[in-house]
């Protein structure tokens, strides 16, 4: 029986490739679309009346949270999808990651207006509104989780991929017992800080307002930002205590729990002797009702995906390395390029137009702010990594200590930044460079959660015998 081996390596591209220049080509004729369709939007548009009652807010806690929920649900599907179509097929990869690059480092915010009238133009305004919010959620969420599931499945160890030859396993099933259970752990943990990242961006578009146009949305966003233009302390702090409440809630009913669940799918010989724990899941675990539910209802549904998926390879075809089949995926890529390509160069030649009138002092002045963005973003990370490296090694070797700070972790990396920046500012504007100082601290409130969520589901993924291996050997922890 022939088995394939896999590389764990991922390939080297190209700096700057066809796909590269083809996304750019896109992504200005979209832009070039939207900001043609924003000119048709309606010239005055009345937004809601947000109540600062103290019994709405439970329901805006509800909206709320009801927004990021099917935010991360789609996040999750274009993770699996998009992430096990560019690790699993190097002609996809080719265009695929270039474009992940691209839209990840895009600032969302920033379209947020033209991506509103856009869809005032063609929907209901309640209706644009809301699909609004959760397009803008869904990409302060997906990113991240995509690289993750991506990488994880390219660092898959080789005797595990070699296993699943050897099972013959097809590729549903490779997918659903090799795949998403070693890419698992990283996954909850960069879902953690997509959930955690999406509150920001949540208040963003519920209290966002373009002129005369009102696109607010009921919700804590729009509730504490109408106590605060109104001077009403009282409702500003109920609508924080609501947030954190919220926040602490969903720690504790969801991201806990999948945790604890998820250490089972950690490669290791030797059992963690402080794994996470979980009151609901231990709950859960002896509850009659939820044992039926499971064996009621989701265990016929994940029988009917396993038959559905299970019959397009019922032949029990070996999975194909990632070099394999890029030929017959290669010629439609080709065809969906060119038929992309044609309308991508119209946009870009009507947005050469628009830029015209730029004139080449303009040109210079966006260079140099440029410049001086890319400045203060490399400091951020520079002093985000001088704490969140040790911060995260702490917290993922250490149980006790992690169910002492993760809550607390996870509170302070869901308030939105926004929300404490003009305090700063007021406090760093008097200093020398107090503006510089104040842009990179905003940066830096932005940018350390994602590298301490991710060191910490480094260090949890470390397998338990490889920590006895280094206790065994008395190595410092500077060795370790």
Request: aromatic fraction near 10%; hydrophobic fraction near 55%.
């Amino acid at each position: 029986m022939r088995s394939f081996r896999f590389s764990p390596a991922l390939p080297r591209r190209p700096a700057l490739t066809g796909g590269d220049l083809l996304i750019i080509l896109v992504i200005a004729a979209l832009l070039y679309a939207g900001v043609r369709l924003s000119v048709r939007a309606p010239e005055v548009i009345a937004g809601p009346n947000i109540s600062l009652s103290y019994r709405a807010l439970p329901w805006y806690a509800l909206l709320s949270t009801g927004r990021m929920l099917v935010a991360y649900l789609l996040s999750l599907l274009f993770t699996l999808a998009y992430g096990y179509a560019a690790a699993r097929n190097r002609s996809a990869e080719r265009v695929l990651m270039p474009l992940l690059d691209v839209l990840q480092s895009v600032p969302i915010l920033s379209f947020l207006p033209v991506v509103l009238l856009s869809l005032a133009v063609i929907l209901p305004v309640g209706l644009a509104a809301e699909l609004a919010a959760i397009v803008l959620i869904f990409t302060s969420q997906a990113w991240n989780m995509t690289y993750s599931f991506y990488q994880s499945i390219g660092t898959i160890p080789n005797e595990l991929r070699e296993a699943a030859s050897i099972f013959r396993l097809n590729p549903w099933l490779r997918f659903k017992t090799v795949e998403l259970p070693f890419a698992a752990l990283g996954l909850i943990w960069n879902s953690m800080m997509s959930w955690a990242g999406g509150w920001f961006f949540l208040m963003a578009s519920e209290i966002f307002t373009v002129g005369s146009r009102d696109f607010r949305l009921p919700g804590i966003g729009a509730y504490l930002q109408t106590a605060a233009s109104t001077g009403d302390l009282r409702a500003v702090t109920a609508g924080i205590i609501t947030l954190v409440l919220t926040i602490i809630v969903g720690e504790q009913l969801i991201w806990r729990p999948v945790l604890a669940w998820a250490e089972k799918f950690k490669l290791e010989t030797v059992a963690n002797e402080q794994p996470p724990q979980s009151w609901l899941r231990d709950i859960l675990a002896r509850s009659w009702l939820w044992d039926h539910f499971k064996s009621g209802l989701i265990a016929p549904i994940a029988d009917w995906v396993d038959n559905r998926l299970g019959r397009r390879w019922a032949d029990g075809t070996q999975p194909q390395h990632r070099d394999q089949g890029a030929s017959g995926v290669s010629p439609v890529l080709w065809v969906l390029g060119i038929a992309a390509g044609l309308p991508a160069l119209y946009g870009v030649y009507q947005m050469s137009l628009m830029l015209r009138s730029l004139s080449l002092h303009a040109c210079a002045d966006i260079g140099l702010g440029v410049l001086a963005t890319l400045l203060r973003v490399v400091v951020a990370l520079l002093l985000a990594l001088l704490w969140t490296v040790p911060a995260g090694v702490a917290i993922g070797t250490n149980r006790k200590f992690a169910n002492l700070v993760q809550p607390i972790v996870q509170v302070t990396a869901s308030v939105p930044a926004t929300a404490l920046f003009p305090v700063l500012l007021l406090a760093l504007v008097q200093a020398p460079g107090g503006l510089d100082i104040a842009a990179v601290v905003l940066m830096l409130m932005g940018t350390q959660w994602y590298l301490l969520f991710n060191v910490i589901a480094g260090t949890v993924a470390i397998p338990q015998d490889l920590r006895d291996t280094t206790s065994l050997l008395n190595l410092s922890r500077r060795d370790r």
